[in-house]
């Protein structure tokens, strides 16, 4: 495996080379490549998580993000490749098969790296943020390229399929992470906190979501942890 052919592959894909996605879709020599990609994405994803929770002084908790978070990072391209060829055949005639957008979708996946920062205090959620909108972009011309389809069915297409695997690594993460004690883990918890608290519960929510994110990847300390948390739910105007 030429690794200097990875690196452009995946320069071509994270600046959205429509030409690239083609190619990909067409050629089965790009399949080890992108799960390679997937893999190394997943890796980084999850030694962010674990410096994060390294950080808050929960060394068995670091190793339980590690893995937890690689597994869903990878069992989530599996399942949004599948679920995005399904929608886009189904209700918008897409071309692709499964295959083909394990493939593309694989080299989709290469801005989540930024992924591995989010250990930092407050930039490093950001960045991971960014990273995960960058994806879903890339997956976007990634689609349209495969699936033949318009500009607006592929984003709907990556939209639903992206919304469903990411509820799905969200349930899953919460459900280990109250187990173990450690809060949402996959996809860096922020993200979607974030997603949820716009949609549902408006700007004031998100703002509490984030001072809440904040109080528990930045203060170490508990007694000033709850004296930040009781402040920002209390609000400017309590008594």
């Known amino acids: 495996m030429d690794f200097n052919e990875i690196i452009q592959s995946v320069?071509?894909?994270?600046t959205l080379d429509k030409g690239f996605y083609e190619e990909a879709a067409l050629d089965e020599r790009y399949q080890q490549?992108?799960?390679?990609?997937?893999?190394?994405?997943?890796?980084?994803?999850?030694?962010?998580?674990?410096?994060?929770?390294?950080l808050l002084g929960h060394f068995?908790?670091?190793i339980i993000a590690l893995l937890m978070t690689v597994v869903l990072g990878v069992v989530?391209?599996?399942?949004?490749?599948?679920?995005?060829?399904w929608v886009g055949a189904k209700f918008f005639n897409g071309q692709a098969t499964t295959p083909q957008?394990?493939?593309?979708l694989g080299f989709a996946y290469a801005p989540m790296l930024l992924g591995i920062f989010a250990?930092?205090?407050?930039?490093?959620p950001l960045l991971s943020f960014a990273g995960w909108i960058w994806s879903v972009v890339a997956g976007v011309f990634a689609v349209r390229q495969t699936h033949r389809v318009t500009d607006g069915q592929a984003i709907i297409t990556v939209v639903?399929?992206?919304v469903i695997v990411a509820a799905i690594s969200l349930v899953i993460g919460t459900v280990v992470g109250t187990i173990f004690g450690l809060g949402a883990i996959g996809m860096n918890a922020m993200i979607p906190w974030l997603i949820a608290a716009i949609l549902n519960e408006g700007?004031?929510?998100?703002?509490?979501?984030?001072?809440?994110?904040?109080?528990?990847?930045?203060?170490?300390?508990e007694r000033v942890r709850s004296a930040f948390l009781f402040d920002t739910f209390r609000g400017p105007h309590a008594s």
């Open 119 to 124: 250990f930092i205090p407050c930039f490093g």
């Open 160 to 162: 639903v399929a992206w």
């Open 76 to 85: 989530g391209y599996y399942i949004w490749a599948y679920l995005t060829q």
């Open 33 to 54: 490549q992108a799960l390679l990609v997937v893999i190394v994405v997943a890796v980084a994803g999850g030694i962010g998580s674990f410096l994060q929770q390294l």
């Open 60 to 62: 068995f908790g670091s």
């Open 101 to 104: 957008l394990l493939r593309t």
């Open 203 to 221: 700007a004031q929510r998100t703002l509490i979501l984030w001072h809440s994110y904040l109080a528990f990847a930045i203060i170490p300390t």
């Open 11 to 14: 320069r071509r894909a994270v």
